[in-house]
């Protein structure tokens, strides 16, 4: 396998998705690219409080790098991290088209049936928008032991 995509979020739920990459990626020996999508509502609500959106893009590359990715090299796993803008299942997308990745990796939301009803699944969204296959791995409280 030459390249997987993984979608992170900014937050600690990543962790079950970080295990899976240390656990799956030594044996698969991809390159790894960490892809976080800053969605333009919450650009627009940074700039709102007159903060400067380059500048929260770039701690949050920052942080990534200084997390999950030197995380990930220590164990020999070759990664990098990319932040894109825009709508997050989209730019997803287009990354891993772009990098012609086999394999798009996502965390498993939890969201209730109105919130899926309203603005939709994204892991769905991903599922039918890609021809790239995709897995999900469960984020949620009962994944301690993915």
């Known amino acids: 396998m030459k390249r997987i995509v993984v979608g992170l979020r900014p ?17 698969m020996g991809p390159h790894v690219v960490i892809v976080h999508v800053v969605p333009q509502a919450t650009l627009w609500i940074v700039s709102s ?14 942080r990534f790098e200084s997390t999950v990715v030197s995380r990930l090299r ?25 990098l012609d990745a086999e394999l798009i990796v996502v965390g498993s939301s939890e969201h209730n ?8 699944n994204a892991v769905r969204k991903l599922e039918h928008l890609t021809d790239i296959p995709v897995l999900v791995v469960p984020t949620g409280v009962h994944s301690a032991h993915v």
């Open 113 to 120: 049936t109105l919130h899926d009803t309203i603005l939709g």
């Open 74 to 98: 220590r164990q020999g796993i070759s990664c990098e991290v990319r932040i894109e803008r825009g709508d997050p299942v989209s730019r997803l997308i287009a990354v891993a088209h772009r």
């Open 11 to 27: 937050h600690a739920r990543n962790e079950p998705i970080i295990r899976w990459i240390e656990r799956y990626a030594p044996e």
């Open 49 to 62: 409080v007159q903060a400067n959106s380059t500048e929260y893009v770039h701690t949050l590359h920052k």
